[in-house]
């Protein structure tokens, strides 16, 4: 990456979410997809180099507003999001975003970017990425329990990057379901639409949570999850909320992004401390082991951490270089003379 000769300096790309749609479609949503999951891995791989720490969060009764920072010494990011259940009900988002990127060397912002639509594909890579090295060989059958914002781009990642051919679909909401059939209609996924989690979950070797409740909730119990399966959480991502029965986390090997973001906000709140767990830095490079075996239940607790943040609007930017789609933002104050903020605010008078 390679920040913007001196004389474009004065302006920061952004990507507006009417942009970030218009490269979707001009990259294509599944290219897009496997090229963020490759982006997500390559940064998993050189983990060390990464500054890490839990996100900063403010917690409210309806929700939850969080920073998410991280560097990699050369470019530093942040992601701001929120995450308010409630909000559907009055036609709002969930979960809403924007992200920065900034050169380290001189602190400048490079890219100002929308980051709701980025997240739900960078979730989905993700997801998609981590399966990739758990789920049982040949997995072609996934489950999606809860059908909102994030579903069908889970399902199209999931296609894209581990050759999932059939998606059964399950929400509490039927029109949530119905959105996303109609929504995955000739994406060249088998969808089947049913009408509880145990009817989901039937013959899936791959079982999505991505529902929203800001309560500890059982969307999988203990006999809904078979030998064999591999578990892609989601929808747990903070304290107080989670989505499987705490059997299901002592019968499987449970991996996670930072334990010191998932022991506070994953599914293994519910567990003590000190049980074990493992990164997926560590699998991603063939220093821990992933699935070892047909029958093992892996479990991905996934929260969402910042370095997926970070892949995500280094991607972003390395793609503006061959799609145009930003806007110039005026955010950087540019006097001729650095040390003349003063008067290049005097010479602004009307
Ligand atoms: P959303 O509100 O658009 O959709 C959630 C869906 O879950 C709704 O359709 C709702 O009807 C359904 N649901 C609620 N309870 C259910 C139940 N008991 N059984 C079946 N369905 C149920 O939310 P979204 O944007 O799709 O996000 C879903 C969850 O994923 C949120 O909790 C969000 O915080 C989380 N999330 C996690 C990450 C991550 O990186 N781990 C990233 C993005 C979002």
Not at 42 to 49: G, I
Not at 298 to 316: H, I
């Amino acid at each position: 990456m390679t920040l913007p000769a001196p004389s474009e300096r004065a302006f920061v790309p952004f990507v507006s979410v009417a942009n970030m749609m218009a490269l979707i479609h001009e990259i294509g949503l599944e290219r897009m997809l496997v090229e963020l999951s490759d982006a997500i891995e390559a940064d998993f791989k050189r983990w060390e180099l990464f500054d890490k720490t839990p996100r900063v969060a403010a917690h409210s009764p309806d929700g939850v507003i969080e920073l998410m920072p991280t560097s990699d010494g050369t470019h530093y990011a942040f992601k701001y999001v929120n995450g308010h259940p409630k909000n559907t009900r009055d036609g709002l988002q969930t979960v809403q975003a924007f992200g920065l990127l900034a050169d380290v060397d001189t602190g400048y912002p490079v890219l100002l970017s929308e980051m709701t639509v980025l997240t739900a594909l960078r979730t989905a890579a993700t997801s998609a990425m981590v399966a990739k090295h758990l789920a049982p060989k040949g997995a072609t059958v996934m489950a999606m329990i809860g059908n909102g914002a994030q579903s069908e781009f889970q399902c199209l990642a999931f296609k894209a990057v581990c050759g999932v051919e059939t998606v059964r679909l399950y929400d509490i909401d039927a029109a949530a379901t119905a959105k996303a059939v109609r929504n995955l209609e000739g994406s060249g996924l088998k969808v089947v639409a049913c009408t509880s989690p145990e009817e989901a979950v039937e013959g899936a070797q791959i079982i999505t949570t991505c529902t929203a409740d800001k309560q500890y909730a059982t969307i999988l119990t203990d006999n809904m999850v078979g030998a064999g399966v591999h578990v892609n959480a989601i929808g747990g991502d903070c304290p107080g909320k989670t989505e499987l029965h705490r059997d299901i986390l002592l019968r499987s090997d449970i991996f996670v992004e930072y334990p010191p973001q998932t022991r506070i906000e994953g599914e293994i709140q519910a567990l003590p401390e000190d049980h074990p767990v493992t990164e997926l830095w560590q699998v991603i490079r063939g220093e821990a082991p992933g699935r070892t075996d047909a029958r093992q239940i892996t479990l991905f607790d996934s929260v969402g951490f910042a370095t997926e943040d970070f892949s995500a609007l280094r991607y972003v930017r390395e793609a503006l270089a061959r799609h145009a789609m930003y806007d110039q933002l005026d955010m950087l104050a540019d006097p001729d003379d650095p040390r003349d903020l003063f008067g290049m605010v005097q010479r602004a008078r009307p």
